[in-house]
């Protein structure tokens, strides 16, 4: 009777746990549902962010609620420094055209603005061969940008051999100006004064040191002749040998590359003019230069003083070398106009001067723009060490 009395609460214990147990199952069974569904909806949004290139607006709103800030925020890398365009500069200076002055400013304005400027001291071999521009020019792209190289070296096509371009600057001159001053300079040096000059060019005989200008250009010597004239082309035609020939090709060749990966091309006789179109259209580069240009900090170290002993042709000499300079001043006034033509567009007005091709300059040269301490530009060899095989390659394509 004991064990029959029993029975019944054996029974209503068993019921209580299995309806316990089956409540623990059901809770169970949608714990499980919802993790799945929750994977599903992740795997869902996962999916919707990758074919829409962005994360669906709800997961935007859930970051924006939570806070902005994540681990890859907060322990990733830095954020890369954003370059300013153009990041890479080249200024292939023309010597005789006041390189040196905008050399000390660029050593001032690199360290203010911190980029990096790359001087070459390499004077004297603006003419390379194939394997000598690849080899420099792949060394100017892995300069750490933004960067800014100058060297005494005819314009190089960065394209043909598969490189990015960078962008180019350069000032020019007067020809004839440019040609007087490099041909006192060579002889008598600036202000360290002829007996440095002596030092340095040892080699130079006294009947060519104080050769008179007349006689050089109108007894026809070397040095007075093409192609020696034929001087500030190539720096903008480029590396092709016809490019050293004083013909309409390399002319034009040259006015293209000006129009084409020039940003600027000034002219020195407006120097103040041309820092301040590099101030507008690279501030990133130039911001203040023409106002530390203008100090006079910036003039006491430079010791910016012009050519000595440099003195002017008859008018007879000049018309002689007006006439072989013809093609150095058909380049010369193209970028005179396209400077003066940037001028305008900015708002600048030009200093009123002949726009026409006549030799009106003949009877007034400016001899009194400042002329900085510039390096001795050095005799290069006529003859390149391009082979025929390169000179036909480059023909094919400039």
Request: glycine share 6%; aromatic share 12%; charged share 25%.
């Amino acid at each position: 009777a004991p064990h029959g009395c029993d029975s019944p609460r054996l029974n209503k214990h068993s019921r209580k746990g299995f309806w316990l147990w089956a409540l623990g199952l059901r809770f169970s069974l949608r714990d499980y549902g919802f993790c799945m569904a929750t994977l599903l909806l992740f795997c869902l949004g996962s999916l919707f962010y990758q074919l829409n290139g962005g994360p669906p607006k709800v997961l935007l709103e859930i970051r924006q609620y939570l806070g902005e800030s994540t681990f890859v925020d907060d322990h990733g890398p830095p954020t890369p420094r954003e370059l300013p365009f153009p990041s890479q500069m080249i200024y292939n200076r023309v010597g005789k055209c006041g390189s040196r002055t905008v050399v000390l400013l660029l050593r001032i304005l690199a360290e203010k603005h911190q980029f990096n400027l790359v001087s070459s001291d390499i004077h004297n071999k603006t003419r390379l061969t194939k394997h000598e521009q690849g080899d420099l020019m792949r060394n100017i792209s892995t300069i750490p940008q933004p960067f800014l190289y100058t060297r005494h070296v005819h314009f190089l096509n960065f394209t043909r051999f598969r490189l990015e371009q960078p962008v180019y600057i350069n000032i020019i001159r007067d020809p004839i100006n440019r040609f007087l001053s490099n041909y006192f300079f060579r002889r008598f040096g600036d202000w360290r004064g002829e007996q440095n000059h002596l030092v340095r060019t040892p080699q130079m005989k006294d009947d060519e040191r104080y050769l008179d200008i007349n006689v050089c250009i109108m007894e026809n010597y070397p040095e007075c002749s093409n192609p020696r004239l034929f001087y500030i082309v190539p720096y903008f035609c480029g590396q092709h040998p016809q490019c050293r020939e004083p013909d309409v090709w390399a002319v034009e060749r040259a006015k293209q590359n000006v129009i084409e990966n020039f940003l600027l091309v000034g002219i020195l006789e407006e120097l103040e003019d041309v820092l301040l179109l590099l101030e507008r259209l690279l501030p990133h580069y130039f911001s203040d230069v023409l106002s530390i240009y203008k100090s006079p900090e910036f003039w006491k170290m430079g010791n910016l003083t012009g050519t000595v002993k440099k003195h002017m042709p008859t008018l007879e000499a000049l018309q002689v070398l007006y006439q072989r300079m013809k093609y150095e001043y058909d380049f010369y006034n193209f970028v005179r106009d396209q400077f003066h033509l940037t001028k305008k567009k900015i708002g600048l007005k030009s200093a009123s001067q002949n726009s026409s091709h006549e030799p009106d300059f003949l009877h007034e040269l400016a001899l009194r723009t400042h002329e900085p301490l510039e390096e001795e530009e050095e005799e290069e060899d006529e003859e390149e060490d391009i082979g025929q095989e390169d000179a036909n390659i480059w023909l094919v394509q400039p």
